[in-house]
């Protein structure tokens, strides 16, 4: 229990990505700006995840914020433009909505792992991550109207689903923020601990889920998010679907027929009822 001896990879400016144990840990990594996202942040996230979900070593993923100070607060905004966060092309962006879609697709569990502020889009991405562990110090809350900013996608409709209506107006329209405890006792969060006990905790729910069904974890995420994803979402889980399908001697029988230039016989596959 406890110690984790994480090995740091990849050539990053704004995150650090490292993998131990069968876990890979994404941390964004700009504590100076209490870990608010600039575009290039947020193509290093993405690519960063497609290396943890294309690693079939890794199992679960964390993502949390560098420092104790803040998980993540959002979009940087100081290099806001008039039309989205602008990166050294000069193009605006709002490249966060990509990400989030990318977490909820993601066939392994995400653990947002909560020190300090998340607050505005930081918000918003430990909302889309599977589960959150918080630290005692931890701050939730949305700014948007206080900062001219909304998010009426997952931002919105998630947390409702997460929270509750008349909380999730209550969390956008007034920009309070909400300690540790607070979020506990409306389910925005799965835990709190001491601050120096958070990364030991989100390990030890880590090597939990370890222990567990690879393929039962990605059914379960699939058709958790399949009811509030639409048909994106039905689209995954019909994907996942075939996946098994594929995995069957059924389905392979299919393929071998074609390959062996054969008429397929599945009369040995019971009809089920
Ligand atoms: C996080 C807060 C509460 C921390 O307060 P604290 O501890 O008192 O520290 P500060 O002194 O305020 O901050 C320390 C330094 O960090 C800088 N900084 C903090 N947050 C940001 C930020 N988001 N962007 C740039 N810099 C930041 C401070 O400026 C300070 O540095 P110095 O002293 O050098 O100036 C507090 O800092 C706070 O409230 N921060 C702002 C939070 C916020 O409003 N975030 C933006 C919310 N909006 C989004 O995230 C938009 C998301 C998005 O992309 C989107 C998605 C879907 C649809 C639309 C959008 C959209 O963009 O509109």
């Given at each position: 229990m406890g110690t984790i001896d994480w090995k740091r990879s990849g050539e990053y400016e704004d995150i650090w990505y490292e993998t131990a144990e069968g876990i890979a840990k994404i941390t964004i990594n700009r504590p100076e700006r209490r870990n608010a996202f600039r575009p290039t942040t947020l193509f290093?996230?993405?690519?960063?995840?497609?290396?943890?979900?294309?690693?079939?070593?890794?199992?679960?993923?964390?993502?949390?914020?560098?420092?104790?100070?803040?998980?993540?607060?959002?979009?940087?905004?100081?290099?806001?433009?008039?039309?989205?966060?602008?990166?050294?092309?000069?193009?605006?962006?709002?490249?966060?909505?990509?990400?989030?879609?990318?977490?909820?697709?993601?066939?392994?569990?995400?653990?947002?792992?909560?020190?300090?502020?998340?607050?505005?889009?930081?918000?918003?991405?430990?909302?889309?991550?599977?589960?959150?562990?918080?630290?005692?110090n931890a701050v939730f809350g949305q700014t948007g109207p206080k900062v001219g900013s909304f998010d009426g996608g997952y931002g919105s409709w998630l947390l409702a689903q997460t929270v509750g209506l008349k909380k999730a107006r209550e969390i956008w329209y007034l920009c309070r923020q909400y300690n540790a405890q607070q979020a506990l006792e409306m389910g925005l969060v799965n835990a709190v601990v001491p601050l120096?006990?958070?990364?030991?905790?989100?390990?030890a729910w880590c090597r939990e889920l370890l222990e567990k069904s690879p393929l039962a974890l990605r059914m379960l995420k699939g058709a958790i998010n399949a009811v509030s994803d639409g048909a994106a979402g039905m689209q995954q889980f019909a994907g996942d679907a075939t996946l098994l399908y594929y995995m069957s001697e059924e389905a392979q029988e299919g393929r071998d027929a074609f390959k062996e230039k054969r008429k397929p016989d599945f009369s040995r596959f019971p009809r089920r009822p």
């Open positions: 290093e996230l993405q690519d960063a995840f497609n290396r943890a979900r294309d690693d079939g070593d890794i199992g679960v993923i964390i993502l949390t914020g560098a420092g104790n100070e803040a998980f993540c607060s959002g979009g940087d905004q100081k290099i806001r433009g008039d039309d989205g966060y602008v990166g050294p092309d000069g193009i605006g962006r709002l490249n966060v909505l990509d990400l989030q879609v990318q977490i909820r697709r993601l066939p392994k569990p995400v653990i947002a792992m909560v020190a300090g502020y998340a607050i505005g889009g930081g918000h918003v991405l430990h909302v889309c991550c599977d589960l959150t562990i918080a630290a005692d120096e006990r958070l990364e030991e905790e989100t390990v």
